[in-house]
């Protein structure tokens, strides 16, 4: 619908605002109420109804909370843009990860991504004597006399 919706509105779940009609920044129109084609809601209000009409003035603590609301949704709004705007291999990658981090203790070596390999590496088998995340040490055992 052509209608002007200013800056910090809440229009609730299900509410039609119509042609022509303008909600002015801070105010609020209930889920579900119909604000009829040319009407103009002032600001700092609540209108409810079929068709819409003033129910009563926001207090200046549901001004505050229109406010806050309005930040919090554009923050999540470009979280959810990003998530979005990834490929199947990444959104993929970052579920193996997670996984990943669910089973594995934190003790044990990362996982190695693709295309990396440790310092020590021996023929893509893996780094010897690593089992935790520090080297072995090597004790030497004293020789046992045989005993026939």
Not at 61 to 87: N, P
């Amino acid at each position: 619908h052509a209608c002007t919706l200013e800056s910090n509105t809440v229009v609730g779940t299900g509410a039609q605002v119509l042609d022509g009609a303008s909600v002015a920044s801070t105010s609020m129109i209930a889920p579900g109420a119909v604000v009829t084609p040319g009407t103009k809601v002032p600001a700092g209000q609540l209108w409810s109804g079929v068709p819409a009409k003033h129910l009563r003035d926001l207090t200046a603590e549901e001004i505050e909370a229109i406010m806050a609301t309005a930040a919090d949704t554009a923050s999540l709004s470009k979280a959810h843009a990003l998530e979005c705007g990834k490929s199947y291999m990444q959104v993929d990658a970052e579920l193996a990860e997670w996984e990943d981090a669910q089973i594995r203790h934190a003790d044990y070596l990362p996982r190695v991504t693709p295309g990396e390999r440790p310092e020590d590496d021996v023929m893509e088998q893996g780094s010897p004597g690593l089992i935790f995340n520090s080297k072995l040490k090597q004790v030497a055992q004293p020789k046992a006399k045989a005993q026939w």
